[in-house]
């Protein structure tokens, strides 16, 4: 049981690039989320999912945008990368198969990507 | 205003002290509560959830105050490893879902 994983853990890329980063949670969880992390910022939510084929927006979603094609996986993608997106980005997920606001999240250990 | 608000601290204090932290939050229909820690560089885990009534496990103290909208924190009898950041997480209901926000977090410092 790997719990929360995440793909790649650093990533540098140029301005301009993409690049998709994966979650993969194996505790059949409905809840996914994506969350960015930067200093003095706390995390703030990117977008999330509350089932398999469902995406919504966060906080902060302006320059991503996400995929859950399977229950598993929950993917987030960077279409043109900036240097404002430099961050360090947690996967999270919660939640069986009813929706309760007592769930807790279980967090990926976290992608470090800089943007030159 | 942010939703959820955290002194960002440090607080420093001695090994074997008891130390307490407050977190405030504006939605008044937020539906749960939690605290989280996190170390350097690592992922948030949970802590432990808030509830009504209050709850103790251990060392740790959480309280919850709806009608003045904070959650406390408080650690009784520091030891080192309990130095970390803590963040304060509040679940609120949007179109049938619950959606978390995080506070800042508060950094806690315990020396020798």
């Known amino acids: 049981n790997a719990g929360v994983t995440q793909t790649p853990k650093f990533r540098v890329l140029k301005t301009g690039q993409s690049m998709t980063l994966l979650c993969a949670q194996d505790m059949n969880h409905e809840y996914m989320y994506w969350y960015r992390q930067d200093p003095g910022m706390g995390l703030r939510l990117i977008h999330y999912s509350v089932g398999e084929g469902t995406t919504a927006k966060g906080e902060v979603p302006d320059g991503y945008n996400v995929s859950r094609l399977k229950k598993q996986n929950f993917l987030l993608g960077l279409e043109s990368a900036a240097p404002s997106q430099t961050s360090v980005y947690f996967c999270?997920?919660?939640?069986?198969?009813?929706?309760?606001?007592?769930?807790?999240?279980?967090f990926g250990p976290g992608t470090r990507l800089t943007v030159l | 205003r942010k939703e959820v608000e955290q002194d960002p601290g440090p607080f420093n204090v001695p090994e074997g002290a008891t130390v307490a932290f407050n977190c405030t939050y504006s939605n008044s229909a937020s539906q749960s509560f939690f605290w989280y820690r996190q170390d350097c560089r690592k992922e948030p885990k949970l802590l432990m959830s808030?509830?009504?009534s209050g709850n103790e496990d251990g060392r740790f103290t959480a309280q919850l105050n709806r009608a003045s909208q904070y959650i406390s924190l408080l650690i009784r009898d520091s030891k080192l490893s309990d130095s970390a950041t803590y963040l304060c997480?509040?679940?609120?209901?949007?179109?049938?879902?619950?959606?978390?926000?995080f506070g800042r977090g508060t950094s806690l410092i315990v020396h020798p």
């Open positions: 997480v509040v679940n609120g209901a949007s179109g049938g879902s619950y959606i978390p926000t």
């Open positions: 808030v509830y009504s």
């Open positions: 999270a997920s919660s939640g069986g198969s009813s929706f309760r606001s007592t769930d807790t999240q279980y």
